[in-house]
């Protein structure tokens, strides 16, 4: 069974930073791209980063490019995405997001979420 | 760039059809046959339901259909059932690998 759980939300003040995880089971997870995305409260899906499968490609929106770094691990299999310079807009549930190796498949696999509150 | 454009909401009785509609542009939905929809309940994370425009995973029901016509894809849900309440997304991959995502339409079964 495919499972992603994410951790390392929480409260974190503005201009400050905060590390999640993603820990991948289920899968081989080495033949996965992987996604990042977010959902604010009573918003809609938001996509932040995407990581290859050999991590050679990386993508951000403008709305995070230079204030988050998407990274994996994939002797551990891992992702993770560190986030600095954090706003009050970033606040969300982060979602880890699996993706399969051709784009038209979607992503077809999604974390449980973990919420990120950005405020003093 | 922007997000794609979807009706904040769309309501049918059980049984009926209804459709959703996810508009871009000639840079993602138009160019590429990258259009996947997800269905979010309340609480939980999103589900795939139909990628690559019209493909269905593995355990969706065949009452959820997909079809694009230009810069517009649709999202068809037949035999409406009270399950089937919940947030529908569409999303697609644009020119510059960016991946866009549709506002979410409300679903209601009346």
């Known amino acids: 069974e495919v499972q992603l759980v994410e951790s390392g939300g929480g409260l974190v003040q503005p201009g400050g930073s905060l590390r999640l995880s993603c820990a991948a089971s289920?899968?081989?997870?080495?033949?996965?791209?992987m996604n990042w995305v977010r959902q604010g409260p009573g918003k809609g899906l938001e996509w932040i980063s995407y990581i290859s499968s050999s991590s050679s490609t990386i993508h951000y929106p403008d709305s995070v490019r230079g204030r988050f770094t998407i990274s994996r691990d994939d002797a551990k299999k891992s992702l993770s995405l560190q986030m600095n310079s954090l706003r009050a807009e970033d606040t969300a549930v982060y979602y880890c997001?699996?993706?399969?190796?051709?784009?038209?498949?979607?992503?077809?696999?999604w974390g449980q979420g973990i919420l990120v509150t950005v405020s003093s | 760039q922007s997000a794609l454009t979807q009706p904040p909401s769309a309501s049918g009785s059980p049984g009926q059809s209804v459709t959703i509609f996810c508009t871009g542009t000639s840079s993602d939905v138009g160019g590429y046959n990258y259009v996947s929809w997800y269905q979010q309940q309340p609480g939980k994370a999103p589900k795939l339901m139909i990628y690559?425009?019209?493909k269905r995973p593995s355990g969706v029901s065949d009452r959820f259909s997909g079809s694009k016509s230009g810069n517009t894809a649709s999202l068809t849900v037949s035999g409406l059932q009270a399950e089937d309440e919940a947030d529908y997304y569409c999303?697609?991959?644009?020119?510059?690998?960016?991946?866009?995502f549709g506002g979410g339409t409300k679903l209601t079964v009346l």
């Open positions: 997001a699996r993706q399969p190796q051709s784009l038209a498949r979607g992503i077809d696999y």
């Open positions: 690559e425009v019209s």
């Open positions: 999303s697609s991959y644009a020119v510059n690998k960016n991946l866009l």
């Open positions: 289920g899968f081989i997870f080495s033949d996965y791209s």
